[in-house]
């Protein structure tokens, strides 16, 4: 299998799981995993960093923090079995307003809209993106969005980084 069909699948049940975990499932806290702590830039860690472990990570019991632009949800960021990051944040858009302006980044990035619209730009070119929908950006590509809708629009951002991902 594909590096990016396997990615495609991995995020594919993390969101299925993320989404059950939403509606259903006992909580688990969210997991960020840093270097070992004392550990220098010179110093090697004496133990491997945690992987991420299986769990839902409940709606309700996520930490929800106020922005200029509306809310923000950490869910979490931390390696996993087989890749190097894994991040999810969610984020509710007030109407008419943008996260951040356009920017690129090395690494993939999925974003999957739950409810409201957004005009998204990629690359110079712009598309709706509506409830249901997702949306792939490919690394370097210059992107960003806007609710261009009457409601907030409430999203979920995946990113994942690889051995191949550079900096």
């Known amino acids: 299998m594909s590096k990016s069909l396997h990615s495609f699948f991995l995020t594919s049940t993390l969101l299925a799981t993320i989404t059950a975990g939403c509606a259903s499932l006992e909580p688990a806290p969210a997991v960020s995993v840093t270097a070992e702590q004392g550990a220098s830039p010179t110093t090697k860690p004496t133990t ?3 992987t991420l472990a299986s769990g839902p990570f409940n709606w309700n ?3 929800i923090r106020s922005v200029a632009f509306g809310q ?3 869910v979490f960021r931390s390696p996993t079995a087989t890749l190097d990051e894994l991040e999810v944040h969610i984020t509710t858009l007030n109407p008419g307003q943008e996260p951040h302006p356009p920017h690129r980044h090395a690494y993939e990035e999925m974003m ?5 619209s957004l005009e ?9 993106v509506t409830a249901g929908s997702v949306l792939f950006l490919a690394p370097n590509d210059l992107h960003g969005w806007r609710n261009n809708g009457s409601t907030p629009a409430t999203y979920f951002v995946l990113s994942w980084k690889t051995p191949k991902t550079g900096k």
């Open 61 to 63: 019991d996520l930490a």
């Open 120 to 128: 998204a730009t990629v690359n110079g070119r712009t598309f709706t």
């Open 48 to 50: 491997a960093p945690s």
């Open 112 to 116: 999957l809209l739950k409810e409201g």
């Open 72 to 74: 923000q949800r950490p």
